[in-house]
């Protein structure tokens, strides 16, 4: 079966670094990979995704990218704000393929000081 | 992207009852989850909502307690049935299309006491 941890539990940085997080999973089989944000008392977000064919993907502020040697993927901040103070879940399929439903990591908090 | 509204927000029930939660979704798709969120941890599913057949139930999770309904393909719902203090969490309401990311309401917080 499909497990996504992720290394930290808790992340703090500066306002205007740039903020990694990172996340492992186990099934090789595994063809697509979301990154959540979930702020206090909301529901998830999506924030960017990522699929197996790629090792990078790049979007507003943030990038993922992905290591399928090591089965490894990481979110990057840049310019870490006070709005993204929030806690961060990656997220894959839950059978190896890409059926729909999620296998979330444990989720990483991100408090950003000013 | 696909809005999902949820109802109620939040509740507090006494143990033994039963609560509804409802899920609605701004437009058709595909697939639609149940998650349960207790507080500080990760999302866990509870079951696939099928449209027009019985929902796809995780391990450790049984229709009997966790009846779910899904008429249509922008609606369902979720029985949380004779509750417990150990059923308090928030309860998650998640819609998508096949291989894309999944869109998620905003979450019930139940409590029961």
């Known amino acids: 079966g499909e497990s996504v941890g992720l290394h930290l539990p808790t992340l703090s940085v500066q306002e205007g670094d740039n903020s990694i997080i990172n996340c492992a999973y186990s099934?090789?089989?595994?063809?697509?990979f979301i990154w959540y944000k979930q702020e206090s008392g909301k529901g998830p977000q999506f924030i960017i995704d990522?699929?197996?064919?790629?090792d990078k993907r790049q979007g507003q502020r943030v990038t993922v990218l992905l290591n399928k040697t090591v089965k490894h993927l990481s979110l990057q901040i840049a310019a870490t704000q006070p709005g993204d103070s929030a806690v961060y879940f990656c997220a894959g399929p839950n059978y190896g393929g890409s059926q729909g439903n999620l296998i979330f990591g444990k989720g990483t908090k991100l408090s950003v000081k000013p | 992207s696909a809005v999902i509204s949820q109802k109620p927000s939040r509740d507090i029930c006494q143990r033994g009852t039963s609560l509804t939660i409802q899920c609605q979704v701004d437009?058709?798709?595909?697939?639609m989850f149940w998650y349960r969120q207790q507080p500080g941890q990760s999302l866990t599913l509870i079951a696939t909502?099928?449209?027009?057949?019985?929902?796809?139930?995780e391990s450790g999770f049984v229709i009997d307690k966790f009846p779910i309904s899904r008429p249509n393909l922008t609606f369902s719902t979720l029985t949380v049935s004779n509750m417990s203090p150990e059923d308090s969490s928030i309860y998650l309401c998640?819609?998508?299309?096949?291989?894309?990311?999944?869109?998620f309401g905003q979450g019930t917080r139940l409590t029961v006491v």
């Open positions: 437009s058709q798709v595909t697939m």
């Open positions: 990522i699929r197996s064919n790629m």
């Open positions: 909502a099928n449209q027009g057949s019985e929902a796809t139930y």
């Open positions: 099934n090789s089989a595994s063809d697509y």
């Open positions: 998640s819609g998508g299309q096949l291989n894309t990311e999944a869109f």
